[in-house]
Structure formats: structure tokens, C-alpha cells
């Protein structure tokens, strides 16, 4: 994961709201159903960031299986290894691209939620992933479907207020920086790796709008969308998108699930 991600406050405000708010639980529960845990033997919790897909693994793992958690951030696996304390999880710190480096033997399974479209190398993470999954093993991650180019996903209030408010104080038109991810070209780029796309599902979360305020309150999500605004600026752009909008109302976020299997 990239460098933002980084430091106690990140880990702690992050690990907060995965543990309050229910969107995480939800997104967790699809991709564990997704990746058929209850025969697996060796699960890979990639961006395993404060444990909470780790700990959903372990819920419906057999007994004698296991979970590696890897993450780039130290602050973060800290607090996943004081929250998991089942003797079928320990966690890594490293980055993505050097897991074949970071960690021995091999999984039949690999699951990373909310993290794998975040990565900046994705093609050396691909390469990693398939020196370190056996054949026939799954590998399933999510995206929100607003990063994928075409996908129809609408915008909502706050997204638009948030937006709004940080073209005002950066004095320059809103543009995301990000590249989309387009699942096709990903599909191709992974069959390179002897990895083969099973199924991109899309399914939709309902939640309170006050959700995306949070979660743009975690320093590392909002960081992208600032630009060069210092953290005052972006504080400031928060809270004036926050007040335009209603935490309550309910809005439908879209997301994308990729399955795909290690030739």
C-alpha cells in the first residue's frame, strides 16, 4: 500500500470506523462467500490492514487452516495482531510486490478487500500473487464501481459537496488523480500471470451518507482528492461538505467483485 497509509493516526481512525460502521462487515461477508473459505487450507488476507477480513476468514475456516494477513503499514498490522489473537492468524509486514519475498510457502486462496485497486504497481503484485498461489486457487478482491470508467455509478451529495468544496479553496476545477481500473484490461494483464478471470459481479451496499463522511475523515482517503491543499485546507473542505449534506439520508453504493483462478 502506498506510504499515506502510514502512521498511528491513519491505523487508528481507520481501525475505528471499520469497527463502528457497518459497510466493511458487508463488504467482508460478500467476499468471504465469494472465495468458498469453508474447504480452504491456507488463505492470503492481502492489505490486511487492522484484521477485520482476516477475522471474518476466521469465522468460517476449518480449524486446521490459517491466515496471513500482509500489509505495508506497521501501525496497522500492530493493531490487526492485538485484535486477532486466534492461533490460525499472524500478519506480515511488506509491501504488495514483495510478498514472494515476505512470505513462505503457498495458499489456495487470496482475498483483499477494499485494497488491491489501491496498489500502485498492480502487474508486480500479479507476479507475486502467482509464485505464491498454488493451482487451482482462488483469488478474490472488490473495487467501488465509481473507480471503473463507464460504469454508471452515481454520484451522491456529499461526493459532489466534497468535491465542490475543494475546487473552492484550490482555486482550480475538481479532477480525480487515480487511473480508473478497468476490469478488462486487468482480466488480460492477469491472464499474463497464469491467473483467469471466473466472475466480476456487481452488487450494491444501502447506507447512511454520513458512511462516506467518515470515511473521507480517514486522512489517507481524502489525502487523494485534495491535491495540494495542506491538511487545514482539507479539514476545512470536509467540514464544509459534511454541513451541505444529510448524514441520514440513505444513498446505494455500488462495487464490483472480481474472482479469479490460478491456472
Do not use: K
Not at 458487508?26 to 468471504?32: A, K, S, Y
Not at 452515481?154 to 468544496?165: E, G, K, T
Not at 444501502?206 to 482539507?234: C, K, N
Amino acid at each position: 500500500m502506498e506510504d499515506r497509509w502510514r502512521g498511528w493516526e491513519n491505523a487508528e481512525i481507520y481501525d475505528r470506523f471499520v469497527r463502528e460502521r457497518r459497510i466493511y462487515r458487508w463488504l467482508n461477508e460478500r467476499l468471504v462467500e465469494r472465495a468458498a473459505l469453508e474447504s480452504a487450507r491456507r488463505v492470503l488476507d492481502l492489505g490486511c490492514g487492522t484484521g477485520a477480513t482476516t477475522a471474518a476468514c476466521l469465522r468460517v475456516l476449518p480449524p486446521d487452516a490459517e491466515v496471513v494477513g500482509v500489509d505495508a503499514s506497521a501501525e496497522m498490522v500492530a493493531l490487526a495482531r492485538a485484535q486477532n489473537l486466534d492461533p490460525r492468524a499472524r500478519f506480515v509486514v511488506a509491501d504488495a510486490a514483495a510478498l514472494a519475498d515476505a512470505v513462505e510457502g503457498t495458499f489456495d486462496r487470496c482475498v483483499s478487500n477494499a485494497a488491491f485497486w489501491q496498489f500502485p504497481d498492480r502487474p508486480r503484485v500479479l507476479e507475486a500473487l502467482a509464485d505464491r498461489l498454488d493451482p487451482g486457487a482462488r483469488f478474490v478482491f472488490d473495487v467501488p464501481a465509481e473507480r471503473v470508467g463507464e460504469s454508471g455509478a452515481p454520484f451522491h451529495p456529499f461526493q459532489v459537496a466534497l468535491a465542490r468544496a475543494i475546487a473552492e479553496r484550490s482555486g482550480a476545477p475538481f479532477e480525480r488523480t487515480s487511473t480508473p481500473f478497468d476490469p478488462a484490461a486487468f482480466a488480460a494483464e492477469a491472464r499474463r500471470f497464469g491467473l483467469d478471470l471466473l466472475a466480476c459481479d456487481r452488487v450494491e451496499y444501502e447506507g447512511p451518507q454520513g458512511e462516506l463522511v467518515e470515511l473521507m475523515g480517514i486522512p489517507a482517503m481524502i489525502a487523494p482528492l485534495t491535491g495540494d491543499l495542506d491538511e487545514g485546507q482539507a479539514e476545512q473542505a470536509l467540514a464544509a461538505a459534511a454541513d451541505a449534506t444529510d448524514p441520514d439520508e440513505r444513498v446505494r453504493v455500488a462495487w464490483l467483485y472480481l474472482s479469479l483462478v490460478r491456472a
